[in-house]
């Protein structure tokens, strides 16, 4: 079966840190384009970043600058490292693995940034 498992989300405090990763299994990992999402209550999903199977990346206007997505192929993990966090950022953030004919997701892991 596919997996995808998200975790290191948290609170944390408005300019503070946190990487969340999310680990693959039961897929071809390197084959997969990787990326994550997040959705806030009341807010429209928003593709955070993206991280192509060549390691071709792409990022938010929001997050530009401030996160950073990364891969490593044999831990079939993706991270997504976020500093500067503002309490906009605050949402459930959920990974997907996706190639043409299939895409696969997390089940999300909550990150909240408040004082």
């Known amino acids: 079966q596919v997996q995808l498992v998200e975790s290191g989300g948290g609170l944390v405090q408005p300019g503070g840190s946190l990487r969340v990763s999310c680990a693959a299994s039961g897929i071809s990992f390197s084959m997969y384009s990787m990326g994550w999402y997040r959705q806030a209550p009341g807010k429209q999903r928003e593709l955070v970043a993206t991280?192509?199977?060549?390691?071709?990346?792409n990022y938010a206007d929001s997050v530009k600058g401030r996160f950073t997505i990364s891969r490593d192929n044999a831990k079939n993990t993706v991270y997504l490292q976020m500093n500067s966090l503002k309490p906009e950022d605050t949402a459930v953030y959920f990974c997907?693995?996706?190639?043409?004919?299939?895409?696969?997701w997390g089940q999300g892991t909550q990150v909240t940034v408040s004082s």
């Open positions: 991280v192509t199977s060549g390691g071709n990346t």
């Open positions: 997907y693995a996706s190639v043409v004919i299939r895409t696969y």
